[in-house]
Nanobody, 115 residues
Framework: VQLQASGGGLTQAGGSLTLSCTVS????????IGWFRQAPGKEREVVSC????????YYSDSVKGRFTISRDLAKNTVYLQMNSLEVEDTAVYYC?????????RGQGTEVTVSS
């Protein structure tokens, strides 16, 4: 079971980035996937997640209305579309799942938003 995040980079405030989380070893339609971020000196924050059925999504207040989580089951990939990026969105972003009661996290992808 693996999760691989990608798509981070450097952008200016107001810009957009799309993060991808490609999974292997399990199917997305059975497990929820979440995105969380970790910025230096700040607490870890769960920014979004989607249930295995895809019927329910969650967004933290800090990203609601700007970020959108989606899935492509054929590609075993979960996306996090990030629009209207703010300097405060600068962090390392990770995708994570709970597989058989074990939390599995992919390597992070770094997002830097400049003013």
């Amino acid at each position: 079971v693996q999760l691989q995040a990608s798509g981070g980079g450097l952008t200016q405030a107001g810009g957009s980035l799309t993060l991808s989380c490609t999974v292997s070893g399990f199917t997305l339609n059975r497990y929820a996937i979440g995105w969380f971020r970790q910025a230096p000196g700040k607490e870890r924050e769960v920014v979004s997640c989607v249930t295995g059925s895809g019927a329910s999504t969650y967004y933290s207040d800090s990203v609601k209305g700007r970020f959108t989580i989606s899935r492509d089951l054929a590609k075993n990939t979960v996306y996090l579309q990030m629009n209207s990026l703010e300097v405060e969105d600068t962090a390392v972003y990770y995708c994570v799942t709970s597989y058989r009661e074990t939390t599995i996290r992919g390597q992070g992808t770094e997002v830097t938003v400049s003013s």
